[in-house]
Nanobody, 127 residues
Framework: QVQLVESGGGLVQAGESLTLSCTTSGLTLSAYDMGWFRQAPGKEREGIACISRSSDIIAYISSVEERFTISRDNAKNTLYLQMSLLKPEDTALYFC????????????????????WGQGTQVTVSS
């Protein structure tokens, strides 16, 4: 059974940092492109970062590109999202997801090509 479990969320002040982790089981992480998504209250889910299975393709949305870093450790079956200079508008439930094809090189932001999802970890940034 494929499982993705996010951790590392919390309440921080604007300007601070957090690192999210996504621990996976039931799959060989090196065979999957991985993404981070978030959903704020009253808003649609948005893809924020994507990393290909060998980390040769990394993509971000513009609003996080200079502040967030996606990375992966395939040996530990873990995906990471380092977030710095957090803003109140980053407040959301953050999800990780796995895609079994070459997703990060194409249209990944909608999330439609991701087949496995975690339950999310809450990030709240106070002003």
């Amino acid at each position: 059974q494929v499982q993705l479990v996010e951790s590392g969320g919390g309440l921080v002040q604007a300007g601070e940092s957090l690192t999210l982790s996504c621990t996976t089981s039931g799959l060989t992480l090196s065979a999957y492109d991985m993404g981070w998504f978030r959903q704020a209250p009253g808003k649609e889910r948005e893809g924020i970062a994507c990393i290909s299975r060998s980390s040769d393709i990394i993509a971000y949305i513009s609003s996080v590109e200079e502040r967030f870093t996606i990375s992966r450790d395939n040996a530990k079956n873990t995906l990471y999202l380092q977030m710095s200079l957090l803003k109140p508008e980053d407040t959301a439930l953050y999800f990780c997801a796995a895609a079994s094809d070459d997703t990060c090189a194409g249209t990944w932001r909608s999330g439609g090509r991701f087949r496995a999802w975690g339950q999310g970890t809450q990030v709240t940034v106070s002003s």
